[in-house]
C-alpha cells in the first residue's frame, strides 16, 4: 500500500522536450506538494496546493505548470527542458498546513 | 522560520544511541521543532516534531531546551538502518508558509557495525 507515489520514477530526455511526472496520494490528505532536490542534495519546495488550489510558488520559471486533477492528485509538467532541470522531484501531501508531510519515493529527471 | 545549525556529519556504533543536536537560537513561541530524515536514494521521512514539552514515538524521542534555543533528536538504539541525512526544521503553521518545510543541509549519521 503505497501512501504517495509518483511516476516515472526515472526520466532521461532531450534539452527542449516537454515531460510531465504525476503523483498520487491515498492518504485521503487535503494538501500537496512539489519539492526538487538538486544535485548538491538541496530539497527545496516548489508548489504547494490545497483543495486542488494553488496556495505556493516559490518562484519558479513558469516553464513548470503544476495541476492537480482532484484532492489525491498532483502533477508536474515542465516544457522546454533545461539542462539545469535535471534533479529529483519529490512529491509530499499532508492534511492541511500541517509539518507532517509524507514524501514520494521521488522522480530522477536527466536532461541531456 | 528561524534558521537552524546542525553538525555537517556524526558517527554512531550500531546498538548504541544516537544524539543529533540542532540550535534554533532565533525560534519564536509559535514555531515548531521538526525532524525529518532522508535514507539515501529515498523520499524524506518524517521522525518527530514538537513545540516545547519532550516528544517520543516509535523512532525516535525529541528534546527540546527549556529556553527552547536548541534541541536534540535521539534515537535510542542505532541500526545500520538508521544511516541517513537527518534534517532539523523549524517551523511555524499558518500565513503565507502554508505548508512549507525549508530543509537546511542536515547532519549525515552514519551507523558503524
Known amino acids: 500500500d503505497t501512501a504517495v507515489s509518483q511516476t516515472p520514477k526515472y526520466l532521461v530526455t532531450q534539452m527542449g522536450n516537454d515531460k510531465s511526472i504525476k503523483c498520487e496520494q491515498n492518504l485521503g490528505h487535503d494538501t500537496m506538494y512539489w519539492y526538487k532536490q538538486d544535485s548538491k542534495k538541496f530539497l527545496k519546495i516548489m508548489f504547494s496546493?490545497?483543495?486542488?488550489?494553488?496556495?505556493i510558488n516559490e518562484t519558479v520559471p513558469n516553464r513548470f505548470s503544476p495541476k492537480s486533477p482532484d484532492k489525491a492528485h498532483l502533477n508536474l509538467h515542465i516544457n522546454s527542458l533545461e539542462l539545469g532541470d535535471s534533479a529529483v522531484y519529490f512529491c509530499?501531501?499532508?492534511?492541511?498546513?500541517?509539518?507532517?508531510?509524507?514524501f514520494g519515493p521521488g522522480t530522477r529527471l536527466l536532461v541531456l | 522560520d528561524a534558521k537552524t545549525t546542525q553538525p555537517p556529519s556524526m558517527d554512531c556504533a550500531e546498538g548504541r544511541a544516537a544524539n543529533l543536536p540542532c540550535n534554533h537560537s532565533?525560534?519564536?513561541?509559535?514555531?515548531?521543532v521538526y525532524w525529518y530524515r532522508q535514507i539515501h536514494s529515498q523520499g524524506p521521512q518524517y521522525i518527530i516534531h514538537g513545540l516545547k514539552n519532550n516528544e517520543t514515538n516509535e523512532m525516535a524521542s525529541l528534546i527540546i531546551t527549556e529556553d527552547r534555543k536548541s534541541s536534540t533528536l535521539i534515537l535510542p538504539h542505532a541500526t545500520l538502518r538508521d544511516t541517513a541525512v537527518y534534517y532539523c526544521i523549524v517551523r511555524v503553521a499558518g500565513g503565507t508558509s502554508y505548508g512549507k518545510l525549508t530543509f537546511g543541509q542536515g547532519t549525515i549519521l552514519t551507523v558503524h557495525p
Open positions: 509530499a501531501s499532508s492534511q492541511q498546513d500541517s509539518g507532517t508531510q509524507y
Open positions: 532565533t525560534i519564536s513561541g509559535n514555531e515548531y
Open positions: 496546493y490545497n483543495n486542488k488550489e494553488l496556495i
